[in-house]
């Protein structure tokens, strides 16, 4: 009987059971529709436009941050730009200079190779003079030695 007593008590637990979850889903069910019609009465409309405003505000305010950091890089940006086209200014400068050294260094090596040949050409030519004067010299005492 004790057996009995037992499955007639959770028989009996059971169904309030059931009826509590009954009652909290019809709860729950009432609930929702409330909502549904209070929204479609516009009855939570000033909450929702102050919801959305709340929302919208948090929005912006992280827009205008970011915004103000994209700012802020762009401007960091713009400054190393701006140092490093001086920088390049500067480096082109050098290199025109660089290039007008090299231009006149090749012209005055230039200028000295062909004035060595030069110099050299007037050498031979002064040396093929020298040993005509010397020949002539040696052949006019030879004759005034024989001569007399």
Excluded: C, Y
Aim: net charge neutral.
């Amino acid at each position: 009987m004790d057996n009995h007593r037992q499955d007639v008590g959770a028989g009996e637990q059971l169904p309030a059971q059931e009826t509590l979850r009954k009652q909290g889903l019809l709860d729950k069910s009432k609930d929702f529709l409330q909502s549904a019609m209070d929204s479609i009465t516009g009855k939570e409309l000033p909450r929702l436009v102050e919801d959305f405003t709340r929302d919208m505000v948090v929005v912006a305010e992280g827009l205008s941050a970011d915004q103000q950091a994209l700012e802020t890089a762009l401007k960091v940006q713009g400054e190393e730009q701006d140092k490093l086209a001086a920088r390049q200014r500067e480096l082109d400068k050098q290199l025109h200079e660089l290039n007008k050294k090299v231009e006149a260094l090749t012209s005055a090596q230039e200028r000295r190779r062909k004035g060595q040949s030069g110099l050299a050409s007037i050498l031979r030519q002064a040396t093929w003079l020298a040993a005509i004067i010397g020949a002539s010299w040696i052949i006019a005492t030879l004759i005034r030695a024989i001569v007399r």
